[in-house]
């Protein structure tokens, strides 16, 4: 997801049953005298249940689709509008507008309400925030994932440029002590890469997996083979290095180019590949799910890794592989050769 590396999960409290309303109390104005951004016919259709950041569902009928962004209150706050530079506590939620898929669910950390570090639709989502209030955005694809990446590289199926993707925040408390020390990734999209840029596998030095990982066997052209153990899947995201590179390191919010399978650990079939495309995939690492995240940042270029990414760690959740036609508990299995990297703050 293209968040801001600020929104990484804390912890949470606090059960919601919310159904979509009107909030006549809510602020039309920001602390700055800002209008907020409007409402619209579809964030203002939002209906949602369960815990926001565990396992709350989107109950409202989908799609979902917006041509520009919108904000709707969803239950009311009570209290002082946030101010720039103070920090919010906030948990999200985050749902395929298309097909109403759970997406990712963030639990609460604290958020410095700094323009230059969020992204649009978060600091457009906060900066009107009240304590307690809970807020639906419905984000145009190209305000979420951004105009660079393409849809096959988001992971949802069937999921097209005309699509949105609806964001449900709960604010738990707005102050002004400084938000954890978490790096945080720029709002601007970085650069691009030539294909003649780009390595054409993973090159460095070959190192063991861990016991009970996928054994990976390659071909000439690297792709791989991926073969899992006996006995059951993990129930945590585990990642491994399986060939050191000696690149850049990949930074939080960087573009990355890279080479990937994934399979379903149950039946060892491939459900995604770029290997298969003929292609290298390239994103923000802040646009993609928690597993895929987790296995680029703070890696070289050149690295070989495998992420083992059970549904709801670093996952699409249960909704999420089900509707892309799995098992509802499938763990999925991604081998990446990370190419090239163009860091956040290179245009």
């Known amino acids: 997801m293209n968040i801001s590396r600020a929104l990484l999960p804390a912890a949470l409290a606090g059960a919601l049953l919310m159904t979509g309303c009107s909030a006549a109390g809510a602020p039309t104005k920001d602390a700055a005298g800002v209008e907020c951004l409007a409402s619209g016919s579809a964030s203002s259709s939002l209906k949602v249940s369960g815990d926001i950041g565990a396992d709350a569902k989107l109950t ?12 709707s209150v969803i239950t009311e706050g009570d209290g002082k509008v946030a101010k720039e ?5 906030v948990s999200m939620a985050m749902f395929n507008g298309k097909t109403g898929a759970s997406i990712q669910q963030q639990p609460a950390s604290a958020v410095p309400l700094v323009k230059d570090t ?9 900066r009107c925030a009240l304590p307690g209030e809970t807020v639906g955005i419905v984000a145009p694809y190209n305000d979420f994932f ?10 949802l199926e069937g999921f097209t440029k005309k699509d949105s993707i609806v964001i449900v925040m709960q604010v738990e408390e707005i102050n002004d002590a400084a938000a954890a020390e978490e790096p945080v990734a720029p709002t601007n999209e970085p650069g691009t890469l030539e294909p003649d840029e780009l390595l054409k596998k993973a090159e460095g030095t070959a190192k063991d997996a861990p016991e009970g990982f996928p054994t990976v066997k390659l071909a000439k052209d690297g792709a791989p083979t991926i ?12 990642v491994a290095t399986i060939i ?24 060892g079939e491939e459900f995604d590949s770029s ?5 290298a995939a390239n994103f923000t690492t802040t646009g993609v799910i928690g597993g895929f995240q987790q296995a ?5 270029v050149g690295s070989q890794i495998i992420s083992v990414v059970p549904a709801e760690d670093g996952g699409y959740g249960a909704d999420g592989l089900t509707q892309m036609g799995h098992e509802p508990d499938d763990v999925m299995v991604f081998v990446l050769d990370i190419l090239g990297t163009v860091h956040a703050d290179a245009k």
């Open 60 to 71: 409202s009928k989908a799609p979902v689709t917006a041509k520009k962004l919108e904000r």
């Open 85 to 89: 530079g103070q920090s919010v506590t």
């Open 118 to 126: 969020l992204n649009d639709w978060a600091y457009e989502g906060l």
């Open 146 to 155: 951004g105009s660079e990446m393409e849809p096959e590289a988001t992971g």
């Open 227 to 238: 073969t899992m153990p006996k006995g059951d899947a993990p129930k945590k995201l585990e």
């Open 244 to 267: 050191e590179g000696d690149g850049e390191t990949v930074e939080p919010g960087d573009r990355v180019y890279v080479n990937y399978r994934g399979v379903i650990w149950r039946t």
């Open 275 to 279: 290997w298969s495309r003929g292609e």
């Open 296 to 300: 680029l940042e703070g890696q070289k």
